[in-house]
């Protein structure tokens, strides 16, 4: 079959071509990881034809990329109302009637107050300390603000459903990867505006 691995119709193999393995890698994508399906249709004498099917649950979006301490973690840009540069002072912690819950930090933007939370702080990440950049969402008409080390870059990904049951949890929409082969977690920061208030640090 052409997608066994090893199947090549090279006799010779050189640095591109002859090890069999790329409709291999293809099928396995295809029909493994993305759970759809890959045929195959050969005619003689006109051609072969090769059809790829996958799950309407793989959506290709368009996300920011971004760094929260050491992790790179990506969020839909259609999400995203604005991303600021956090300048010293500009966030204050609010005052809060004694037995109150914990309240998060709030910035002024263009007349508006944006409650500010620390990513890292809110997925045990790190402590937000080198937190430079905010990116801005609207949850229920109000503004929200997560902080975060420093953007990345702008991407258009293919989204897969997360299967482990350890990461069901609100705010993880599912997992991507950025061409390095490593997963790459994709944030629903609505679902995580929702998340009880991190206690700041004393």
């Given at each position: 079959?052409?997608?066994?691995?090893g199947?090549?119709?090279?006799?010779?193999v050189?640095?591109?071509s002859?090890?069999?393995l790329g409709?291999?890698i293809v099928?396995?994508?295809?029909?493994g990881d993305?759970g759809?399906?890959?045929?195959?249709?050969?005619?003689?004498g006109?051609?072969?034809?090769?059809?790829?099917r996958?799950?309407?649950?793989?959506?290709?979006?368009?996300?920011f990329?971004f760094?929260?301490g050491?992790q790179?973690?990506?969020?839909?840009?259609?999400?995203?109302e604005?991303i600021f540069?956090?300048?010293?002072?500009?966030d204050?912690l609010p005052?809060v009637?004694s037995g109150?819950s914990?309240?998060v930090r709030v910035?002024e933007?263009?007349?508006?107050?944006?409650a500010?939370?620390?990513?890292?702080?809110l997925?045990?990440?790190?402590?937000?300390a080198?937190?430079?950049k905010?990116i801005?969402?609207?949850?229920?008409?109000a503004?929200?603000g997560f902080?975060v080390?420093?953007?990345?870059?702008?991407h258009e990904v293919?989204v897969?459903?997360v299967?482990?049951?350890?990461?069901?949890?609100?705010?993880i929409a599912?997992s991507t990867?950025l061409g390095d082969g490593r997963p790459?977690?994709?944030?629903?920061?609505c679902a995580?505006?929702?998340r009880?208030a991190e206690?700041?640090?004393?």
């Amino acid at each position: 079959m052409l997608t066994s691995s090893g199947f090549s119709t090279r006799d010779v193999v050189t640095r591109t071509s002859g090890r069999g393995l790329g409709l291999d890698i293809v099928r396995q994508i295809a029909a493994g990881d993305l759970g759809g399906e890959l045929a195959v249709s050969t005619t003689p004498g006109a051609g072969t034809a090769f059809t790829l099917r996958v799950p309407l649950t793989i959506a290709v979006v368009e996300v920011f990329s971004f760094l929260c301490g050491r992790q790179v973690l990506v969020t839909p840009v259609s999400s995203v109302e604005e991303i600021f540069e956090l300048r010293p002072g500009q966030d204050v912690l609010p005052p809060v009637a004694s037995g109150a819950s914990s309240p998060v930090r709030v910035a002024e933007r263009r007349g508006e107050a944006i409650a500010l939370r620390s990513l890292g702080t809110l997925l045990a990440i790190d402590d937000g300390a080198g937190a430079r950049k905010a990116i801005v969402i609207r949850r229920q008409g109000a503004l929200v603000g997560f902080t975060v080390d420093r953007m990345l870059g702008r991407h258009e990904v293919v989204v897969r459903p997360v299967d482990d049951v350890l990461l069901k949890v609100p705010g993880i929409a599912g997992s991507t990867d950025l061409g390095d082969g490593r997963p790459t977690l994709v944030l629903d920061l609505c679902a995580l505006s929702a998340r009880p208030a991190e206690r700041p640090a004393s």
